[in-house]
Structures are given as structure tokens and as C-alpha cells.
């Protein structure tokens, strides 16, 4: 079955700290992406991928960074953390042209203290 | 921009009765797809369609894209429909997705 899996699903991290979040889809579509959701903002998107070694910035990218390095796989890179990027983070992957259609990862809680 | 405006923002229903739940947006779309999501979990995928209505179980979607617009019923409501409801809808051309705030919906006995 198709899915999308995120690791880890709860993160603490410290102010200046690198943080890496995971995502993996068995979905084989070529498009992925990377939203944070939060309260009164709703899901906005930070960056994604149009396929393996593509990377794009979506509406919220400062302080991200992304990486695709593989079909199967979609990083989420805080280089220094900071307080202010506390949310839920949730990986999507989507269909090809004309399929338009997205599926969800479980979503990651990150705390940063 | 790409706003996409949902209403009403809450909703209570007594269980049994149906919710009308709008979305509009301010630009052109290829798709809207609809997502529920409980509370702390992830996005479901409900319905997508570019145009016209599409229906599962007591489920319809209706896009009028001309419009910009298209709307969600639930007949028939039921406890376990409560929830937040969201409206994303594409752009012609991309594949990115731009979502609404959301509807929640609160079904009780």
C-alpha cells in the first residue's frame, strides 16, 4: 500500500541546533513537499521536489533547507534552530502532471527550547 | 495572491443533519482537493476533482472553477465526522497546493 513515513514523529531540539527530519514515500510519484502547520497560519509550504537532486523553495523557506536524494526520499534540514519554527511539520508526496492529488506523512512535532 | 478562503470557520451540527462547508479562492485553479484531519493527526484525503461534482459514501464535492469556488456536503452527520476540514486547491501549470485555514466541525448526539 502507498504510504508516506516521517521520522521522527516527536522531536526536542535546542536553539542552534541542527535538526533533520525524514520522509520517505512508496507512493513512486516524482513530486514531494514539506508543510509546517500552525495554528491561525494553517499548512504553508517551505519547500519541495520535483524528483530526486531537485530542490525548490516554497512560500516560508528561510531557515530551511531541503534535500532530495533519491526518488524515495525528502529531508527537512534546520541548520540552526530557533524557537520561532516550534510547529507540526507534515511531508507530502503527488502525483504527476495532471494527477494533482496529495497524500500525507503523519506529520512531525518539533519543539525547540 | 493565492488566498483561499474557508467558511464557516466552525460549525456544531446535531448528528444526523447535513453541513455545507464553502471554499473560495482569489485566483484560478486547476483542483481543489478536500482533506479531514482530527485533531493532532495527519491529512486524510477526502475528494479531489477540477471541475463539476464528485461523490464517495455521503460525501460531495462540487467545483465551479470559473467561479472560484466549490463546496463540501456531509449528509447525514456523524460523531466521527468531527474534525477540521480543509480546502487546498492547485494552480494550472504547478503542483503545489495552497490551503485554507480550515473548517472545524463538532457533531454531537
Known amino acids: 500500500e502507498a504510504a508516506v513515513t516521517q521520522s521522527p514523529r516527536n522531536k526536542v531540539a535546542v536553539t542552534g541546533g541542527k535538526v533533520t527530519l525524514s520522509c520517505n514515500q512508496t507512493?513512486?510519484?516524482?513530486?514531494m513537499y514539506w508543510y509546517r502547520q500552525d495554528t491561525g497560519h494553517g499548512l504553508r509550504l517551505i519547500h519541495y521536489s520535483y524528483g530526486a537532486g531537485s530542490t525548490e523553495k516554497g512560500d516560508i523557506p528561510d531557515g530551511y533547507k531541503a534535500s532530495r536524494p533519491s526518488q524515495e526520499n525528502f529531508s527537512l534540514i534546520l541548520e540552526l534552530a530557533t524557537p520561532s519554527q516550534t510547529s507540526v511539520y507534515f511531508c507530502a508526496s503527488g502525483g504527476d502532471w495532471g494527477g494533482y492529488e496529495q497524500y500525507f506523512g503523519p506529520g512531525t512535532r518539533l519543539t525547540v527550547l | 495572491g493565492q488566498q483561499v478562503q474557508q467558511s464557516p470557520a466552525s460549525l456544531v451540527l446535531q448528528e444526523g443533519e447535513n453541513a455545507e462547508l464553502q471554499c473560495n479562492f482569489s485566483s484560478t485553479a486547476t483542483r481543489l482537493q478536500w482533506f479531514y484531519q482530527r485533531p493532532g493527526g495527519s491529512l486524510v484525503s477526502l475528494l479531489s476533482?477540477?471541475?463539476g461534482t464528485k461523490h464517495t459514501g455521503r460525501l460531495t464535492s462540487t467545483t465551479v472553477t470559473k467561479e472560484r469556488r466549490g463546496s463540501l456536503h456531509i449528509s447525514s452527520s456523524q460523531i466521527t465526522d468531527s474534525g477540521t476540514y480543509l480546502c487546498a486547491k492547485s494552480n494550472t501549470g504547478y503542483q503545489n497546493f495552497y490551503f485554507g485555514k480550515g473548517t472545524s466541525l463538532t457533531v454531537i448526539p
Open positions: 507512493n513512486n510519484h516524482n513530486n
Open positions: 476533482n477540477p471541475s
